[in-house]
Nanobody
């Protein structure tokens, strides 16, 4: 099973930017679709963005579309989430996740499709 470690979270003012990283060990990520999810206090974990094994397909939640960008560097075994124009409602713990889905024709977006999870990194956006 792949081990995932997120980093890059922190406190930022509304309108600011952060770049989250997800580093993997134990297995190469190059055959895994990857996703970012988030969980705010008192709310369920929700989908943010996903990317297929090659980086050729990405998908975003409507709430972050146009502001967040998911990318990956398979040579570095790392996935990124660039977050711009941050809003207070983006405040949450952000989790990286790996899926065994391996395709050029689609990507998973449901929590149940992802079998490996990181410990999460806190993102706090102040107004």
């Amino acid at each position: 099973q792949v081990q995932l470690v997120e980093s890059g979270g922190g406190l930022v003012q509304a309108g600011g930017s952060l770049r989250l990283s997800c580093a993997a060990s134990g297995r190469t990520l190059s055959r895994h679709a990857m996703g970012w999810f988030r969980q705010a206090p008192g709310k369920e974990r929700e989908f943010v963005a996903a990317i297929n094994w090659s980086g050729g397909i990405t998908y975003y939640a409507d709430s972050v579309k146009g502001r967040f960008t998911i990318s990956r560097d398979n040579a570095k075994n790392t996935v990124y989430l660039q977050m711009n124009s941050l809003k207070p409602e983006d405040t949450a713990i952000y989790y990286c996740a790996a899926s065994n889905f391996y395709s050029d024709y689609g990507i998973p977006i449901a929590l149940a499709d992802f079998g490996s999870w990181g410990q999460g990194t806190q993102v706090t956006v102040s107004s």
